[in-house]
């Protein structure tokens, strides 16, 4: 493919070969030279038009270890604040002589727009979703797979170490990129995937959706909002509760969200403290889980609210700095792979 738009349509293999090259560069990068040449000679364009700290300085980061020279754009110094469009932007990278442009932007669709463009003008230039809108954030699910997968297997990370693992995604599904990505990351590796969130930020719509996108195999999805969710299902790999405990209950591995409160309208904003009491993860709550549980988060934190601040800093359960950690090595694979024309 020359382009990483979604992981909806991503192949077992893609996926271990995402895993497998991020685990090589994973060892480059814990080298005294952390260094390879391989895209020496080519440019990364970041094109940020929506604001960020890691996915930016990761890409960056990436692509400066695997030699490349890096364009940094961000929308609020840019030209766009004379009326340039998105696309008259794309292509002025594209006159510089961009090969990979890194395309973040609070509307769903733009990298794929920028991506239609280029495929229309015949040129050979790879675009990364880095976050659009509501829609996807692709690199941001497949350094969550490679953090979990090198916990269980760090010699040899790949898909199948989720299958029959219990993972609970909690918060603001609605509003989450993120989550729709893992969801489809999760589900493709045999997981038990478990939504938890108020019925506000987990519309019965999207249960709907996710089926007909994700194509959930003969339907292997249940919503429930007891604590005990019962299938006449043979194998469900979808739940989605209303509640926290179920989704809890003997999870290997928590996923938290952010409350995208700047996504919200006012009647959707829950009040904080009450969202806290009733989904925000803390130790006390892990305690429904398994032993050996552990916590992500794709980040940024809003402190005390989805999860508590004493365990957001807690090595045991907290893999949160290992996930920024994974996402230099697994953004080196994502460029390398499409910049060599392996993806
Ligand atoms: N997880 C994530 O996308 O963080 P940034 O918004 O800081 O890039």
Not at 283 to 306: A, I, S
Request: hydrophobic letters at 40%; glycine letters at 6%; a neutral charge.
């Amino acid at each position: 493919r020359h382009h990483i738009l979604s992981l909806a349509d991503f192949t077992t293999t893609e996926y271990n070969t995402v895993l497998q090259t991020a685990a090589s560069f994973q060892e480059v990068l814990s080298r005294r030279t952390k260094k390879v040449p391989t895209l020496q000679g080519q440019v990364v364009a970041n094109l940020f038009f929506e604001s960020s700290t890691r996915t930016r300085s990761s890409f960056e980061l990436a692509a400066k270890r695997l030699s490349a020279d890096t364009l940094n754009f961000a929308a609020a110094t840019s030209s766009m604040t004379k009326g340039e469009t998105i696309l008259d932007t794309a292509k002025t990278y594209l006159a510089m002589g961009t090969d990979i442009m890194v395309v973040r932007h609070r509307e769903a669709g733009v990298p794929n727009a920028i991506a239609a463009e280029m495929d229309r003008l015949g040129v050979k230039v790879g675009v990364l979703n880095a976050g659009d809108g509501q829609h996807e954030h692709p690199s941001q699910a497949l350094l969550d797979l490679f953090t979990i997968c090198t916990l269980i297997d760090p010699a040899s990370p790949r898909l199948e170490l989720l299958k029959g693992k219990k993972i609970a995604i909690v918060g603001d599904i609605l509003h989450s990129r993120v989550a729709r990505s893992n969801i489809w990351s999760l589900i493709a590796s045999g997981a038990e995937v478990h939504l938890a969130a108020p019925p506000t930020l987990l519309p019965k719509l999207f249960a709907e959706y996710i089926l007909e996108e994700a194509g959930v195999k003969n339907q292997q999805f249940i919503i429930s909002s007891s604590p005990t969710p019962h299938s006449p299902l043979p194998t469900p790999q979808l739940f989605l509760h209303w509640q926290l405990e179920p989704a809890l209950q003997n999870a290997d591995f928590v996923m938290t969200l952010r409350l995208q409160k700047e996504r919200m309208t006012a009647h959707l904003l829950p009040s904080l403290r009450e969202y806290h009491q009733l989904f925000g993860i803390t130790r006390t709550k892990l305690q429904l889980c398994k032993p050996n549980v552990k916590v992500l988060h794709p980040g940024p934190v809003n402190r005390g609210v989805e999860i508590s601040s004493e365990l957001m800093d807690d090595p045991e359960f907290s893999l949160i700095q290992s996930q920024v950690t994974s996402g230099v090595a697994v953004r080196m694979a994502l460029l390398y792979l499409l910049g060599s024309g392996k993806a």
